[in-house]
């Protein structure tokens, strides 16, 4: 019997791809670019970009051959019982602690530049709240979330031009400055930013218009390297090279630049509003990890795996008292992670489809 799944738009599937990816790797980036290559980072991303390209391509086609199964399902069908059960949990594991990283590293964002004096497990516990709402809300409402919430994203690169009348363009000149080989070596640090494109892999059988795939994620991943490519070069020339590896967040740090005559402060205006553009992230990331729990072991509701998990999340946060340098740590890992796990499961199953093609 065919399962009724619920449905996602054309629109809604690219700003998921695109939504996910843009997160808490973006406002560290310029800083660690600066430090592989210098102010010529800005290259090594538009080579990322093509990669995550062709990536996210494949994937799409892979993903065609069994276009109505779950994750979980793909998995299994692809490596057996056994050996895609075993994927299929270190990819939610996976997702379930990015969530977790991104959502506490958000926490720790507004403790310290909102709520100074706030606890960190009241902070999570609110915040928690309005997760529940959109996680037991199911894929429909969360694409309608990034919806709502994108033009934020614009309204933030227009925002940004403001900080250029302190900018210097001879901060990144000239553009190679060091050669090629510093470049190159920065593309593995491009990941943590670019990791979002497995979501594809979840996303695909909730998509209404399937045949729009590949267009669909030709123009996500244009519009996330535009962006961070356009974030990076904006820091790039307001930032020296000397000052920006100081400063810890450069992107969150360069809107206190922005300055109004009748508005002080702008940054904490504006800083609500960043939290709604990375709350996406963990809200889509904890949704997938959720779901695919709860068809694992067949629990049909999956607000009871959530609460189950935000009880771990508290007493964890309580007990481990997170910081700024443990959280990155964290997202370094689990970017290795993820990248070398992505591309295993990526191979493995093309090189299967390439094996029955032969045999075929």
Wanted: net charge neutral; glycine share 6%.
């Amino acid at each position: 019997m065919k399962q009724n799944i619920p449905r996602i738009t054309y629109v809604q599937f690219i700003l998921l791809v695109f939504g996910v990816q843009t997160g808490i790797g973006m406002i560290s980036l310029p800083r660690v670019l600066e430090e592989k290559a210098g102010t010529s980072g800005w290259i090594s991303l538009i080579i990322s970009g093509f990669l995550s390209l062709m990536i996210s391509i494949l994937m799409v086609k892979l993903r065609e051959k069994d276009p109505s199964c779950s994750f979980n399902q793909y998995l299994t069908h692809n490596f057996g019982r056994v050996i895609g059960t075993l994927f299929s949990l270190f990819f939610t594991l996976y997702f379930l602690f990015s969530g977790y990283v991104v959502f506490l590293r958000t926490m720790l964002f507004v403790q310290s530049y909102i709520l100074q004096d706030s606890s960190l497990v009241i902070l999570i516990v609110l915040f928690l709240i309005p997760t529940f709402q959109f996680v037991s809300g199911g894929i429909q409402m969360i694409g309608k979330y990034i919806e709502i919430i994108f033009p934020i994203i614009i309204f933030f690169s227009v925002m940004l031009l403001f900080t250029l009348k302190n900018s210097n363009i001879h901060f990144i000149l000239p553009l190679i400055k060091d050669g090629w080989l510093p470049i190159f070596k920065a593309i593995p640090s491009t990941a943590t930013s670019f990791l979002g494109i497995e979501i594809i892999f979840v996303l695909y059988p909730y998509l209404d218009e399937k045949e729009k795939a590949i267009k669909g994620v030709l123009i996500a991943n244009g519009m996330i390297t535009a962006l961070y490519t356009y974030v990076c070069m904006i820091c790039f020339v307001v930032y020296s090279p000397d000052e920006i590896r100081l400063i810890f967040d450069p992107v969150l740090d360069i809107l206190s630049v922005i300055e109004f005559q009748y508005v002080e402060r702008l940054d904490l205006i504006l800083f609500p509003l960043f939290l709604m553009v990375i709350s996406k992230t963990w809200i889509t990331y904890i949704w997938i990890s959720v779901t695919n729990l709860a068809e694992m072991f067949q629990q049909k509701r999956i607000e009871y795996l959530f609460i189950g998990l935000s009880v771990v999340f508290i007493l964890w946060t309580y007990l481990s008292i997170p910081t700024f340098k443990q959280n990155d740590l964290f997202m370094q890992q689990l970017s290795i992670y993820g990248s070398v796990g992505l591309l295993v499961i990526v191979v493995l199953i093309w090189l299967r489809s390439l094996g029955n093609k032969v045999i075929g």
